[in-house]
T-cell receptor, first 112, second 113 residues
């Protein structure tokens, strides 16, 4: 079965640079969620989209923005990167008729 | 913020034994899900239990939910070395278009061969 795809899997950036993370949900899933997991931490909700509209927002810095496109893929844009942004970034998708969120493999972002 | 606390934070058992992990949460929920994460990798969905359910089984997994105590437990029977991972509970407070998951702090399970 198709799973959530995230790219890139690993990303290394310098402070103050920008990064774009991509997420391709499971086909026919209309809701996408982004989570951030710092080292040794539990995942924290950042933002979600339903049918290409932002549906909820968590502890997402103003330096970050995200959107969901017409093909339902989503991108998380991160600017003015800081050392503290180093983390695993997960995307999850959900079929609007179900409750289970299926997670992608994550993008490991390292900010030097 | 952390909705849930998991107990214990770390657990080491011999292969073949049963492992029990507990999760407590603070607010009313729609459902509770358990996920497994191998070291620094993706989150694998294990099982979902709805707020009106008390117990659910899936293979070697048994999940219970006590909404009056705001707690859940995950039992893994006949553990295997491949079960070594971190286990997280996650809750969602249903509000249409707002089903974000709030994770517990996780239990790191080590199965000793």
């Amino acid at each position: 079965a198709a799973g959530v795809i995230q790219s890139p899997r690993h990303l290394i950036k310098e402070k103050r640079e920008t990064a774009t993370l991509k997420c391709y949900p499971i086909p026919r899933h209309d809701t996408v969620y982004w989570y951030q997991q710092g080292p040794g931490q539990d995942p924290q909700f950042l933002i979600s989209f339903y049918e290409k509209m932002q549906s909820d927002k968590g502890s997402i810095p103003d330096r970050f923005s995200a959107q969901q496109f017409s093909d339902y893929h989503s991108e998380l844009n991160m600017s003015s990167l800081e050392l503290g942004d180093s983390a695993l970034y997960f995307c999850a998708s959900r079929d609007g008729r179900g409750d289970t969120q299926y997670f992608g493999p994550g993008t490991r972002l390292t900010v030097l | 913020s952390q909705q849930g606390e998991e107990d214990p934070q770390a657990l080491s058992i011999q292969e073949g034994e049963n492992a029990t992990m507990n999760c407590s949460y603070k607010t009313s929920i729609n459902n509770l899900q358990w996920y497994r994460q191998n070291s620094g990798r993706g989150l694998v969905h294990l099982i979902l239990i709805r707020s009106n359910e008390r117990e659910k089984h899936s293979g070697r997994l048994r999940v219970t939910l006590d909404t009056s105590k705001k707690s859940s437990s995950l039992l893994i029977t006949a553990s295997r070395a491949a079960d070594t991972a971190s286990y997280f509970c996650a809750t969602d407070a249903y509000n249409f278009g707002n089903e974000k998951l709030t994770f517990g702090t996780g239990t790191r399970l080590t199965i000793i061969p």
